[in-house]
T-cell receptor, first 113, second 112 residues
Framework: DVKVTQSSRYLVKRTGEKVFLECVQD?????MFWYRQDPGLGLRLIYFSYDVKMKEKGDIPEGYSVSREKKERFSLILESASTNQTSMYLC????????????FGPGTRLTVT | SQQGEEDPQALSIQEGENATMNCSYKTSINNLQWYRQNSGRGLVHLILIRSNEREKHSGRLRVTLDTSKKSSSLLITASRAADTASYFC????????????WGLGTSLAVNP
């Protein structure tokens, strides 16, 4: 059974803290994605990675960075958390090619106070 | 950027009725996908329809695609309370084999 796991379901951090969100997939997928989801705004792509050590900015990369040192793991980093980064964060992975579905993790609900 | 736009934004029906959701998009696509999200959880893939297909079925789901109108519809027949969820369409643009472009979703409530 395919699986994407995220390190935390719920996380509470203080403004200014450095935050690490981890995502691991066990499907040997080339592509991995980080989204944030906010009411009324849908899913917005923050960053994605199509290979180890490769990354591309999505639609809203400001305030975030990513790391992909191993194929199965894709980390999202909030360098200095702010209250406007309070959101649901979803990780997904996908095999290569244009006709494959994305597999999602359960999400991390991050609250920055 | 959001390409897909689902219609309606919210839908409330009784168990046993059919639910129809629509999705419109703006640019050429390789395929269009539908996903379901139960409250507070990750998304689950439902069905993918390629740009050269017009209709596809999976269990109680029927998806149509009209590339001339740049639109798709998702029909759920004989709905159940367990179908209560948000439904999203996502397009996989021609020439772009990595990113999906997401709509804002339709929130479906199926009342027992």
């Amino acid at each position: 059974d395919v699986k994407v796991t995220q390190s935390s379901r719920y996380l509470v951090k203080r403004t200014g803290e450095k935050v690490f969100l981890e995502c691991v997939q066990d499907m040997d997928h080339e592509n991995m994605f980080w989204y944030r989801q906010d009411p009324g705004l849908g899913l917005r792509l923050i960053y994605f990675s199509y290979d180890v050590k490769m990354k591309e900015k999505g639609d809203i990369p400001e305030g975030y960075s990513v790391s992909r040192e191993k194929k199965e793991r894709f980390s999202l980093i909030l360098e200095s958390a702010s209250t406007n980064q309070t959101s649901m964060y979803l990780c997904a992975s996908r095999a290569g090619g244009p006709s494959y579905e994305q597999y999602f993790g359960p999400g991390t609900r991050l609250t920055v106070t | 950027s959001q390409q897909g736009e689902e219609d309606p934004q919210a839908l409330s029906i009784q168990e046993g009725e059919n639910a129809t959701m629509n999705c419109s998009y703006k640019t050429s696509i390789n395929n269009l996908q539908w996903y379901r999200q139960n409250s507070g959880r990750g998304l689950v893939h439902l069905i993918l329809i390629r740009s050269n297909e017009r209709e596809k079925h999976s269990g109680r789901l029927r998806v149509t695609l009209d590339t001339s109108k740049k639109s798709s519809s998702l029909l759920i027949t004989a709905s159940r309370a367990a179908d209560t969820a948000s439904y999203f369409c996502a397009t996989d643009g021609a020439g772009n084999n990595r990113k999906l472009i997401w709509g804002l979703g339709t929130s479906l409530a199926v009342n027992p």
